[in-house]
T-cell receptor, first 113, second 111 residues
Framework: GAGVSQSPSNKVTEKGKDVELRCDPI?????LYWYRQSLGQGLEFLIY????????KSGLPSDRFSAERTGGSVSTLTIQRTQQEDSAVYLC???????????FGSGTQLSVL | GENVEQHPSTLSVQEGDSAVIKCTYS??????FPWYKQELGKGPQLIID?????GEKKDQRIAVTLNKTAKHFSLHITETQPEDSAVYFC??????????FGQGTTLQVKP
């Protein structure tokens, strides 16, 4: 595709529910990244995939957060039993292998009521 | 782990003036320092980057300088225009795939 695609663009959910956020990277990009951006804050690193494997999961805030990537393309970030503090914009990015030049999607705005 | 500090948090300049944003990092293993621009409702976009073996890099009105000894790097925008108004983020790469961002600077360019 022309760019990194994220869906949904907005998600409102109730506290305690599970949510799935989807990221479709640029075609041919083998590396994929998830970041979280809270209101007025910087970007918080969550997880990084090289192909289907995640060498670095150190940024996941708790065991309620998980991510997977299948077929070296689409990735899903799952948040179980959502809490109000999970409300944020979740950004996905992709890059070519061996280069740290990230291309970001427009993000998913998650609101937990 | 790596910690990136960015200053100022907000910056207001008159059109045509220069703007400077500064960042410091803590991990001497970091060897790549990009700058991203984020407009409202969009994801960040890479505008310029510099590697640790280079002290300065320019691209038209934008320049970045790096002082490895002091562990700080800066973004310089000359002849600012209203369309430069956005949030700017610096970042450092201490390990493959793990780009660590600063807290961001909101730049306002007044016409």
């Amino acid at each position: 595709g022309a760019g990194v695609s994220q869906s949904p663009s907005n998600k409102v959910t109730e506290k305690g529910k599970d949510v799935e956020l989807r990221c479709d990277p640029i075609s041919g990009h083998t590396a994929l990244y998830w970041y979280r951006q809270s209101l007025g804050q910087g970007l918080e690193f969550l997880i990084y995939f090289q192909g289907n494997s995640a060498p670095d999961k150190s940024g996941l805030p708790s065991d309620r957060f998980s991510a997977e990537r299948t077929g070296g393309s689409v990735s899903t970030l799952t948040i179980q039993r959502t809490q109000q503090e999970d409300s944020a914009v979740y950004l996905c990015a992709s890059s070519l292998q061996q280069t740290p030049k990230l291309f970001f999607g427009s993000g998913t705005q998650l609101s937990v009521l | 782990g790596e910690n990136v500090e960015q200053h100022p948090s907000t910056l207001s300049v008159q059109e045509g003036d220069s703007a400077v944003i500064k960042c410091t990092y803590s991990d001497s293993a970091s060897n790549y320092f990009p700058w991203y621009k984020q407009e409202l409702g969009k994801g960040p976009q890479l505008i310029i980057d510099i590697r640790s073996n280079v002290g300065e890099k320019k691209d038209q009105r934008i320049a970045v300088t790096l002082n490895k000894t002091a562990k700080h790097f800066s973004l310089h925008i000359t002849e600012t225009q209203p369309e430069d108004s956005a949030v700017y983020f610096c970042a450092a790469l201490p390990a493959p795939g793990k780009l660590i961002f600063g807290q961001g600077t909101t730049l306002q360019v007044k016409p």
